[in-house]
């Protein structure tokens, strides 16, 4: 799905006509590795703040700085040899992005959005606003108001902190008041609690968009998720079993979302599907989104390719799907140490299974992977992204 802008999108002005243009990215896990690749192919020049001299995206990026994030002055002196920055993560402090703007630099996303990432209370009040459908909620000060909340609408509840939770930390299933002081213990002073309603969902949906500064915006294929204790493990995309009338109302509520809050680049929308078909938005991420992974080799343009062309203002690519069927499977740190010898046994079974390895250590349950597989039968598809990302991760297949 497409919307165009009601004028042509233009890339902004550079300071110098004799250098590339130069994106910073702010964060060095995988989702910079990953952005690399595709600004090498858009002419990009990538200048990287890292957390470490090792960490995954400096192993590729020739242009890295380490650094605190949080640091004022590191981060200033950073963003003043870019023409516009962007983010491998949300946890940049909005005042100090804020002083970027105010210092004449683009930040894509902007500050005014990307508080609806980092905060889930500012986010929940926000899509309410506009009447995007989200679960029962409330902020709760206690666990005594916390306790009146799941009174009111029945237990089990959700809790999650407002801030700083990612991969199913920062969130409790309470199944009675006797648990409501869990989500209170060690909280930060700069953190609330949130409340919501616990929804028994069928399945969990990922709508991703891509908005560009000038207005343009496209919609993926929507994927279907599956979350193992709070980590995303598979996306089969498109969702199977989803009515097209259906994903397209899910494309738009996505698309509205970024309108309204003023997205620029990749907006993941995680939704929770209930039994009668309709949606919660979960959670928003604005960058790119592992759920949206499966377009580097399954869609005609990448989410870090059109991430990329938003962030600098360039028309932005198809991002329709290129086979009827792809699944992306995790791998996740397990017993295999030497992950490109066990390659070997994975392209030999399989020579159009496609790997991407993020040049991290193994350690049990972390990301270090993730393998794409594509054709046209949901379950052979499904079976041979399971094999791969099973051997990789030293399972017996």
């Not at 599907?273 to 592992?290: F, I, K, Q, T, W």
């Not at 377009?295 to 086979?323: K, W, Y």
Request: charge should be negative; aromatic fraction near 6%.
């Amino acid at each position: 799905m497409t919307v165009q802008s009601p004028s042509p999108s233009v890339a902004p002005a550079r300071s110098s006509a004799s250098r590339p243009f130069v994106v910073g990215v702010i964060g060095g896990g995988q989702l910079a590795r990953m952005m690399d690749e595709a600004a090498t192919g858009l002419g990009l020049h990538l200048k990287l703040l890292a957390e470490g001299p090792t960490v995954s995206a400096a192993q590729v990026v020739h242009d890295v700085t380490v650094g605190d994030y949080t640091d004022p002055d590191t981060v200033r002196a950073f963003a003043a040899g870019c023409d516009v920055i962007t983010f491998d993560h949300e946890h940049v402090p909005t005042d100090l992005l804020h002083e970027l703007e105010e210092a004449g630099i683009a930040v894509r996303p902007g500050p005014e959005a990307l508080v609806h990432a980092q905060d889930k209370a500012v986010m929940r009040d926000r899509l309410s606003g506009f009447g995007a459908p989200c679960p029962t909620y409330r902020v709760v000060a206690d666990p005594a108001a916390l306790i009146a909340f799941g009174d009111e609408i029945g237990w089990p509840v959700i809790a999650k902190t407002s801030r700083g939770g990612y991969d199913g930390k920062g969130v409790w299933k309470l199944d009675s008041a006797a648990e409501a002081g869990q989500p209170f213990e060690n909280l930060k002073p700069d953190v609330q609690v949130v409340a919501e309603e616990f929804i028994d969902f069928r399945r969990e949906l990922s709508a991703l968009v891509v908005r560009s500064p000038s207005g343009q915006a496209v919609a993926y294929p929507v994927s279907e998720s599956i979350q193992r204790n709070g980590v995303c493990v598979e996306t089969t995309t498109p969702a199977p079993d989803l009515d097209d009338d259906r994903a397209v109302e899910i494309q738009q509520l996505a698309l509205n979302i970024a309108h309204e809050l003023g997205t620029v680049g990749i907006l993941a929308v995680e939704l929770m599907e209930r039994a009668d078909g309709s949606v919660a938005v979960n959670e928003l991420a604005m960058r790119p989104h592992n759920t949206g992974h499966w377009s580097i080799d399954g869609a005609h343009t990448s989410q870090f390719e059109n991430h990329l062309r938003a962030v600098v203002d360039l028309p932005l690519g198809d991002p329709g799907a290129r086979e009827p069927v792809t699944v992306m499977a995790n791998v996740l740190g397990g017993t295999v140490t030497d992950l490109p010898s066990a390659l070997l046994h994975c392209f030999a079974r399989d020579r159009r299974l496609r790997v991407q390895l993020y040049g991290k250590d193994v350690r049990p349950g972390r990301k270090v992977g993730h393998v794409t597989t594509y054709g046209s039968d949901v379950d052979e598809v499904r079976k041979r992204a399971r094999h791969a990302a099973g051997y990789l991760m030293g399972e017996d297949i």
